[in-house]
C-alpha cells in the first residue's frame, strides 16, 4: 500500500529540511562534541512550528497529524538526531496532558511548549523497571489533600531542562499496572532532584538525567486522568511513541545514505570515483532500499493510527515500523561508515555520529525484543 503525502506535507518536509540544512548542519559536529543542548535551536523551530506540532492550535500548536508529525521528526533527525531530538522531545508528556488533563493544564502549560518557552518531560522508566511498566517502584501516597510522591525515575529526557513534568507512580501497590497513576509535578517542587547523565554513546546534543523524587507534594488537582488510571490512559500513546521513533530511525537512516552517497561521489580510488566500483555502488543500493522500506512501513503506520478505527491493527504496524525501521537504521549506518573506510571511524565525517546516533532507536519506546513480543502476540 503506498502513501502519497498531500501538497502540504511536502511543504512541511521542504520547509524542514531547509532548516535542517542551514541551521542544524553546520552546528551538529560541535554540539555532539560539547554535549551541549541546542536551547538557540529550540526556539527557531518553534517559529516554524516544529516543537510538539500534535498541540492544537487552539492551545497555539500546529495541530499535526501522526503522519505530519512524523515527516517533521524524519526531516530533524535527517539532519542530526541529536538535535532533532533535543527539538522533537519538547513536548514529552503533552499527549497525556492533552488527552486526559484538566483544561487548567492544556492552558497553562500547552502554548508554553509549543511557543518553546517550556519543555515537558515524561518519568516513567526506573533503575529496575524500562520495558516492565506495571512493576515501577515509585508510590505516590495520599495526605488529605494532597499527595507525596516518592522514589527514582532513570533515563528521562529532559530531566534537567523540563519545567513540568508528567510523572508515572503506583498508588495501590501491588496491583502492579491497575495502581499506577498519572501526576503532573512542577518541575521546581521542593524534593524533585534530577541529576543529568552526560555519558551517552549518541544523542549527545539532548538532554537526559535521573530523577530522585523526595517526598514531592503535589495537590489531589495535580492528578491528570483518575487515579489508578495511569497505565490505561498511557497505552493510548504506545503506538504514537513507536512510530515516532521508527520516523526517527528512518531519518537518521537517510542522513547516514546521503552521507555515504556523497563521499562516494568525491573520494576516488585507483584513478575513479569509489561510486563506479560495484561494491560500493551495491551497498549505497541496498541502503536506499532499506530506507524506503522503512519509510512506508512507517507512513502506513501512521496513517493507520491516524484514522483511528482499529487499535490493535495500530499497535502492530506501530511495532512493525520501529522494529524494521530501527534494525536497518543501525544495519544502514554501519554500512555509511564502511563506504567511508578509515575516514568513517574518526568525527571528521557525520558516518560515525549517525551510527552512534541510530542505535538509541532499538531501545527506547520498546525495546526490539518487546515489538517482536507484540507483533508476534497479533499473529499467533
Same mark, same amino acid.
Given at each position: 500500500?503506498?502513501?502519497?503525502?498531500?501538497?502540504?506535507?511536502?511543504?512541511?518536509?521542504?520547509?524542514?529540511?531547509?532548516?535542517?540544512? *542551514?541551521?542544524?548542519?553546520?552546528?551538529?559536529?560541535?554540539?555532539? =562534541?560539547?554535549?551541549?543542548?541546542?536551547?538557540?535551536?529550540?526556539?527557531?523551530?518553534?517559529?516554524?512550528? %516544529?516543537?510538539?506540532?500534535?498541540?492544537? =492550535?487552539?492551545?497555539?500548536?500546529?495541530?499535526?497529524?501522526?503522519?505530519?508529525?512524523?515527516?517533521?521528526?524524519?526531516?530533524?533527525?535527517?539532519?542530526?538526531?541529536?538535535?532533532?531530538?533535543?527539538?522533537?522531545? @519538547?513536548?514529552?508528556?503533552?499527549?497525556?496532558?492533552?488527552?486526559?488533563?484538566?483544561?487548567?493544564?492544556?492552558?497553562?502549560?500547552?502554548?508554553?511548549?509549543?511557543?518553546?518557552?517550556?519543555?515537558?518531560?515524561?518519568?516513567?522508566?526506573?533503575?529496575?523497571?524500562?520495558?516492565?511498566?506495571?512493576?515501577?517502584?515509585?508510590?505516590?501516597?495520599?495526605?488529605?489533600?494532597?499527595?507525596? %510522591? *516518592?522514589?527514582?525515575?532513570?533515563?528521562?529526557?529532559?530531566?534537567?531542562?523540563?519545567?513540568?513534568?508528567?510523572?508515572?507512580?503506583?498508588?495501590?501497590?501491588?496491583?502492579?499496572?491497575?495502581?499506577?497513576?498519572?501526576?503532573?509535578?512542577?518541575?521546581?517542587?521542593?524534593?524533585?532532584?534530577?541529576?543529568?547523565?552526560?555519558?551517552? %554513546?549518541?544523542?549527545?546534543?539532548? +538532554?537526559?538525567?535521573?530523577?530522585?523524587?523526595?517526598?514531592? @507534594?503535589?495537590?489531589? =488537582?495535580?492528578?491528570?486522568?483518575?487515579?489508578?488510571?495511569?497505565?490505561?490512559? %498511557?497505552?493510548?500513546?504506545?503506538?504514537?511513541?513507536?512510530?515516532?521513533?521508527?520516523?526517527?530511525?528512518?531519518?537518521?537512516?537517510?542522513?547516514?545514505? +546521503?552521507?555515504?552517497?556523497?563521499?562516494?561521489?568525491?573520494?576516488?580510488?585507483?584513478?575513479?570515483?569509489?561510486?563506479?566500483?560495484?561494491?560500493?555502488?551495491?551497498?549505497?543500493?541496498?541502503?536506499?532500499? *532499506?530506507?524506503?522500506?522503512?519509510?512506508?512501513?512507517?507512513?502506513?503506520?501512521?496513517?493507520?493510527?491516524?484514522?483511528? *478505527?482499529?487499535?490493535?491493527?495500530?499497535?502492530?504496524?506501530?511495532?512493525?515500523?520501529?522494529?524494521?525501521?530501527?534494525?536497518?537504521?543501525?544495519?544502514?549506518?554501519?554500512?555509511?561508515?564502511?563506504?567511508?573506510?578509515?575516514?568513517?571511524?574518526?568525527?571528521?565525517?557525520?558516518?560515525?555520529?549517525?551510527?552512534?546516533?541510530?542505535?538509541?532507536?532499538?531501545?527506547? =519506546?520498546?525495546?526490539?525484543?518487546?515489538?517482536?513480543?507484540?507483533?508476534?502476540?497479533?499473529?499467533?
Amino acid at each position: 500500500m503506498a502513501f502519497q503525502l498531500s501538497s502540504e506535507q511536502e511543504a512541511i518536509r521542504d520547509v524542514v529540511r531547509e532548516f535542517g540544512e *542551514n541551521e542544524i548542519r553546520p552546528v551538529a559536529r560541535e554540539h555532539d =562534541e560539547e554535549k551541549r543542548y541546542p536551547h538557540d535551536l529550540v526556539e527557531q523551530a518553534a517559529r516554524y512550528d %516544529l516543537v510538539a506540532p500534535t498541540i492544537p =492550535e487552539e492551545y497555539g500548536g500546529a495541530g499535526m497529524d501522526l503522519l505530519t508529525s512524523a515527516v517533521v521528526t524524519e526531516e530533524l533527525w535527517r539532519a542530526d538526531p541529536g538535535i532533532g531530538s533535543a527539538i522533537g522531545s @519538547r513536548g514529552f508528556g503533552t499527549s497525556m496532558i492533552r488527552k486526559f488533563g484538566d483544561e487548567w493544564m492544556k492552558e497553562e502549560w500547552l502554548p508554553k511548549v509549543a511557543a518553546g518557552e517550556s519543555a515537558t518531560c515524561s518519568c516513567i522508566s526506573e533503575p529496575a523497571h524500562g520495558s516492565d511498566v506495571a512493576g515501577i517502584e515509585t508510590r505516590a501516597e495520599q495526605d488529605g489533600d494532597e499527595w507525596v %510522591l *516518592n522514589g527514582d525515575k532513570m533515563w528521562i529526557t529532559n530531566g534537567t531542562i523540563a519545567d513540568v513534568a508528567v510523572v508515572m507512580a503506583k498508588t495501590t501497590p501491588g496491583e502492579r499496572h491497575r495502581g499506577i497513576t498519572a501526576f503532573l509535578v512542577e518541575t521546581d517542587r521542593e524534593g524533585f532532584e534530577p541529576t543529568k547523565i552526560d555519558n551517552k %554513546l549518541g544523542i549527545r546534543a539532548s +538532554d537526559l538525567a535521573e530523577i530522585r523524587l523526595d517526598d514531592v @507534594r503535589v495537590p489531589e =488537582e495535580n492528578v491528570i486522568g483518575a487515579v489508578d488510571q495511569g497505565f490505561y490512559q %498511557l497505552m493510548n500513546f504506545f503506538a504514537d511513541g513507536r512510530t515516532s521513533v521508527a520516523a526517527q530511525a528512518v531519518g537518521a537512516a537517510q542522513g547516514a545514505l +546521503d552521507a555515504a552517497a556523497e563521499y562516494a561521489g568525491e573520494r576516488e580510488q585507483g584513478g575513479k570515483r569509489i561510486s563506479e566500483y560495484q561494491a560500493v555502488s551495491h551497498k549505497i543500493a541496498e541502503m536506499a532500499t *532499506n530506507v524506503e522500506a522503512a519509510r512506508s512501513l512507517t507512513y502506513r503506520a501512521a496513517s493507520v493510527v491516524d484514522e483511528g *478505527n482499529d487499535d490493535q491493527l495500530a499497535a502492530k504496524f506501530a511495532s512493525m515500523a520501529k522494529l524494521f525501521a530501527s534494525e536497518h537504521a543501525v544495519e544502514v549506518a554501519d554500512e555509511g561508515i564502511q563506504v567511508h573506510g578509515g575516514a568513517g571511524f574518526v568525527t571528521d565525517h557525520p558516518a560515525e555520529r549517525f551510527y552512534r546516533d541510530a542505535r538509541i532507536t532499538k531501545i527506547y =519506546e520498546g525495546t526490539s525484543e518487546i515489538q517482536k513480543n507484540i507483533i508476534s502476540d497479533q499473529i499467533l
